[in-house]
Every structure is written in structure tokens, then in C-alpha cells.
């Protein structure tokens, strides 16, 4: 019964390139969320998706970033125009229908922009 | 708005001792939970303990425990005989009820732990 899987583990962009960030979340699971851990700091929400929808988007910034988890496929994470400040570890979380208290982490995506 | 607070920035102990990791928080929702993860070096989180706001007794896993007291908002987490394998960062977490939303969980600082031998 495999994890949450993220992919890449290490993703290295220059500045004002796009960003491209897979989540395949546990077998089962209906529920997507996104989170971003700056260094040395908590994980801060960003954003929940259920399959097709966009459920809450309170975390994302107005600009560049946008989150989608389609019928088929994993949840992407996009960041257009990637600039320094954005270079951080993300991580996806997964919960099933009926438990949604219950978030399953992935193994996170190191971004690093140059 | 919910908050988690953790002022203990880093905590050294000796090998075999207990150690209690400091949390509170603050929600106006009567019903929510608390986590603690722990992120070991490597990177990713791993779930520890959960409580929920309603449970009559403090959780425990295995040598985890969460010594929650609710008038006080704290979730304190309780490391019984330490392992060098526990050295990481350990984070408390929130999520909310209704009225703050249940499906995101709000983190703190965190909490850099060193065991020493």
C-alpha cells in the first residue's frame, strides 16, 4: 500500500522559469492539500483540493501559483516565473473520504531557484 | 484565527531521559484536534500523536504521549527514555472545526530536539 508520492524530490529552476510539482496521494484518497516550508520554519497551508474542484485557496499567493488535482492523474502544484523567494520545500498531504482529520504527508519537493 | 505556539526553539537532552516538548494554542472552535509530527533530518513528516478536543484521555503511543489540558491550551508532548533516533525537528499542529475549517491543519515553529549520548 504505497505512500503519498511527490515528484521530483529536488527540483532546481532558474529565475522566471515555471515550476511543476506532481502529488499522487493514497490509494483511495479523494483529498489533496498543499503546504510550503520555508527554512527553519513550520509547514504553512496553502491549499485543498478534492478531485475537479478547488475546495479552499485561502494559502495561495494571488500571483503565479496555481493548484489543480484532475479526474485522472496526480495533483499539480504550479509556480510560473519562479523567483527566489519561492525556493522552499513543498509537501502534499492525503486524506480519505470520511476522515479527512486525517492527512497522510508525502516525502515533499525540494525547489530551489537559482 | 487559530495559532500554535512553540517556544522551546531547540532542547538538548541526555540519552534515556524524558523530555516534554512545549505547545500551545489558540482557537475560538469548539471542537478541533491536535497533532504532533516529527521531521527527522531527511525531511519528511511523520505523524506521531493525535488528540482530539472532546477525547477524556490524553492519546499515547507507544513512548509518545500528549498531556493535554484544555483550560490551559496546551498540548504538550512527552518523549518517555529518548533514543539518539529521536533527535529532529518536531512540530505541533492544529486543524480546526467549523468554523476555522477542518481540513487544514495550522503548524507551529517547531521544536529542534537533540539527543545526546
Known amino acids: 500500500n504505497a505512500g503519498v508520492m511527490q515528484n521530483p524530490r529536488h527540483l532546481v529552476r532558474r529565475r522566471g522559469q515555471e515550476a511543476r510539482l506532481r502529488c499522487s496521494p493514497m490509494?483511495?484518497?479523494?483529498?489533496v492539500y498543499w503546504y510550503r516550508q520555508l527554512p527553519e520554519e513550520g509547514l504553512k497551508f496553502m491549499v485543498y483540493l478534492q478531485k475537479e474542484n478547488i475546495i479552499d485557496e485561502s494559502g495561495m499567493p494571488k500571483e503565479r501559483f496555481s493548484a489543480e488535482f484532475p479526474k485522472e492523474g496526480p495533483s499539480i502544484l504550479r509556480i510560473q516565473q519562479v523567483v527566489r523567494g519561492d525556493s522552499a520545500a513543498y509537501f502534499c498531504?492525503?486524506?480519505?473520504?470520511?476522515?479527512?482529520?486525517?492527512?497522510?504527508f508525502g516525502p515533499g519537493t525540494r525547489l530551489t531557484v537559482t | 484565527a487559530q495559532k500554535i505556539t512553540q517556544t522551546q526553539p531547540g532542547m538538548f537532552v541526555q540519552e534515556k531521559e524524558a523530555v516534554t516538548l512545549d505547545c500551545t494554542y489558540d482557537t475560538s472552535d469548539p471542537s478541533y484536534g491536535l497533532f504532533w509530527y516529527k521531521q527527522p533530518s531527511s525531511g519528511e513528516m511523520i505523524f506521531l500523536i493525535y488528540?482530539?478536543?472532546?477525547?477524556?484521555q490524553n492519546a499515547t503511543e507507544g513512548r509518545y504521549s500528549l498531556n493535554f489540558q484544555k483550560a490551559r491550551k496546551s498540548a504538550n508532548l512527552v518523549i518517555s527514555a529518548s533514543q539518539l533516533g529521536d533527535s529532529a525537528m518536531y512540530f505541533c499542529a492544529m486543524r480546526g472545526g467549523k468554523i476555522q475549517g477542518a481540513q487544514k491543519l495550522v503548524f507551529g515553529q517547531g521544536t529542534r530536539l537533540t539527543i545526546n549520548p
Open positions: 498531504a492525503s486524506s480519505p473520504s470520511g476522515r479527512i482529520y486525517e492527512q497522510y
Open positions: 488528540q482530539g478536543s472532546y477525547d477524556q
Open positions: 490509494k483511495g484518497h479523494s483529498h
